[in-house]
């Protein structure tokens, strides 16, 4: 309370009278000041960065509940106000931050429309006015975080008050001790997790599923070697929407952790869309269901969304930043800041080290980093992508001979990341006539998915933010695509003919795909061809490896023997991870000189080499740690 009093007399004394301010309240990591004049803040748009400049702080300006109007009330004000130019879809009320989220079909407008000003809307209604690009199809993702924000209002104002009062809490302790507990996804592939310890403060990195694990032991996050109690964590930090990453996380709230979570911004939607499906067909396949929907929808009153490169306060000694990693949509880089510059960590999660048709290339540039802990999916000396023009070219090639002698070509893929950039090349490649027309059938998550990659278009690469925001075009549409929506859909994908069939989850571990599975690979003129990573144990790892037969489960329980007879093919140039060389160019680029590496998701062999080779060529100390060690890194 000490230093809430203080930093509150602070900002007053630094806020001019006529700004209006009521009252000062925590927000989460945010100072949230109540006006009842917010359209000073507007005009005087300078004071706010100045007082975070000056109190490195994260301040936010929220309209005084007493002025703001009633949904019912603004909702006819906003929609007189916003020019019908725009192509308004819809409004989405958050009571608990006096925000409204307006959805427009043409916001590339904007520009030419001089007289329509965002502030009107804030000074007659006194909420503040988000603007979000609408999509060509609803996401429902989207539509239950909203309906969330709605029903909790009350629930998650005080969430966040709670949660700031902890995260500005007085130290207790000034002993500069780091330590680092590896809970999975080391010397492996899946369920990334990790325990950063200082005396202060425990923030757990990550929470995934191991989609290959034969054991629960296999599967989850060690979390009960790490010896904590869930109400001890302070913050829990996802760096993207992959089941690897983040999949646990809705258990870890059923089993009690009540505390904030932080992610980049489409990252919410798109775990959201992948843990409701992964519910769904664990219920449809008769597996084990390790959280349920109202898990999730309490995970998203307890996530707060972070924009790239915005420093923010997590616990009484670390501030994170979340960057662009380069990977899927909303993937990030954790940087944090521990102590009073003690000790910087950056936690790659999954990067791309080069820039693709979908994103731009992973942030290097970081101001100080003594400890990197960098994936090695990719970590292999003989780990070298191909160029990427011969990569599509192969590709096209391949989908050629199959559709030219009347077979179908099946592209498992998962849902975010790798299905958006395979649109982009299959759409580019029709168009241009090198890739043969023929029907392009897409199921439905993965076109969600896609949704949500219009909604958040500042995150993608620079080219597609352009032809969104500025042409407004949707890059994502092609009369090429058909949807699959609908199981007479599905029938129309596989009657005889050439066809392209892109469908999840992209290790044959569940979902649609093997519906098209069970019907493509017995016959030698299909194809099938993985354009993702496959996890060792996974079906779609075998059947990669060369099995001619699998056993697939069927309704009641039965277990069929299934041929695999059609072409099976593996395209590595269109990986969302950084191959050896990529890798490599990240770690000489960061400067100043790293103190020490952890190399972590990986197969132990990659992990190894990886290791030896930064030791090796950079002259500093690499490990490769196991499953449940822990490492003092200060």
């Known amino acids: ?95 608990a931050l006096s925000e409204v989220t307006a959805a427009l079909e043409h916001p590339h407008l904007i520009d030419k429309l001089p007289d329509f000003k965002p502030v009107s809307i804030l000074e007659k209604t006194g909420w503040r006015l988000i603007l979000r690009k609408s999509s060509h199809i609803s996401s429902s993702s989207l539509n239950t975080i909203y309906q969330t924000y709605k029903s909790s209002e009350d629930e998650r104002r005080k969430f966040l008050s709670e949660a700031g009062e902890k995260i500005f809490r007085s130290k207790v302790s000034l002993a500069p001790e780091i330590t680092i507990h590896t809970l999975g996804s080391f010397k492996e592939v899946g369920r990334s997790s990790m325990l950063i310890t200082t005396p202060e403060s425990k923030i757990l990195l990550d929470c995934g599923i191991h989609p290959g694990g034969k054991s629960s032991q296999d599967s989850y996050p060690r979390l009960d070697w790490a010896n904590i109690s869930l109400d001890e964590l302070d913050a829990v930090v996802i760096s993207h929407a992959h089941m690897d990453h983040q999949a646990f996380l809705p258990a870890l709230i059923k089993y009690g952790y009540d505390g904030p979570i932080y992610c980049s911004e489409p990252t919410l939607p798109l775990m959201t869309l992948l843990q409701t499906d992964f519910i769904k067909v664990a219920s449809v396949e008769g597996r084990q269901q390790i959280y349920d929907n109202r898990d999730i929808r309490n995970e998203i009153k307890q996530t707060i969304v972070l924009p790239y490169g915005v420093v923010t306060d997590v616990s009484p000694d670390i501030k994170i930043v979340l960057n662009n990693s380069g990977h899927i949509l909303g993937s990030s880089t954790v940087h944090l800041h521990i102590g009073d510059g003690s000790h910087n960590i950056v936690y790659t999660g999954d990067y791309k080290n080069e820039r693709t048709m979908l994103l731009d290339s992973t942030t290097w540039s970081y101001p100080r980093v003594e400890t990197l802990i960098t994936e090695s999916t990719y970590g292999a000396k003989e780990d070298i992508m191909p160029n990427r023009f011969e990569v599509e070219k192969n590709f096209v090639n391949m989908i050629n001979s199959t559709l030219t002698s009347g077979g179908k070509v099946l592209i498992p893929v998962p849902a975010v990341g790798r299905a958006q950039e395979m649109m982009l090349v299959i759409d580019r490649y029709m168009k241009s006539g090198q890739l043969l027309e023929s029907p392009v059938f897409i199921e439905g998550m993965i076109s969600e998915a896609t949704a949500i990659h219009v909604s958040y278009p500042e995150y993608l690469s620079r080219e597609l933010r352009s032809r969104i925001l500025s042409e407004g075009e949707d890059p994502f549409l092609s009369d090429y695509f058909t949807i699959v929506d609908h199981p007479s859909s599905r029938d129309e994908a596989l009657i005889d003919g050439p066809a392209i069939i892109m469908a999840t989850s992209g290790m044959l571990e569940g979902g649609p795909v093997l519906e098209y599975f069970r019907q493509i690979a017995p016959s030698e003129k299909n194809r099938m061809i993985f354009v993702s990573y496959q996890i060792p144990g996974t079906l779609g790892r075998r059947v990669l490896d060369g099995s001619s037969q699998v056993s697939l489960s069927e309704d009641g329980g039965r277990v069929k023997i299934l041929d695999v007879n059609c072409e099976v093919n593996r395209i590595e140039g269109f990986s969302g991870h950084s191959d050896y060389d990529q890798i490599m160019r990240f770690i000489g680029k960061l400067r100043p000189k790293l103190k020490q590496v952890l190399v972590n998701h990986g197969e132990r062999r990659k992990t190894e080499n990886l290791a030896n080779s930064i030791s090796r060529m950079f002259r500093i100390p690499a490990y490769s740690p196991n499953v449940q060690e822990s490492l003092r890194l200060l």
């Open 1 to 95: 309370q000490d230093l809430k009093t203080s930093l509150v007399n602070v900002l007053l004394h630094k806020i001019p009278a006529e700004a209006g301010i009521t009252r000062i309240e925590y927000e989460g990591p945010r100072i949230a000041l109540y006006t009842k004049n917010p359209g000073f803040f507007e005009l005087n748009d300078q004071i706010v960065p100045d007082l975070v400049n000056s109190m490195k702080k994260r301040i936010i300006v929220r309209t005084e509940p007493s002025i703001l109007k009633d949904e019912e009330d603004a909702r006819p004000i906003i929609n007189d106000l916003i020019p019908s130019e725009l192509g308004l879809k819809n409004l989405f009320f958050d009571g």
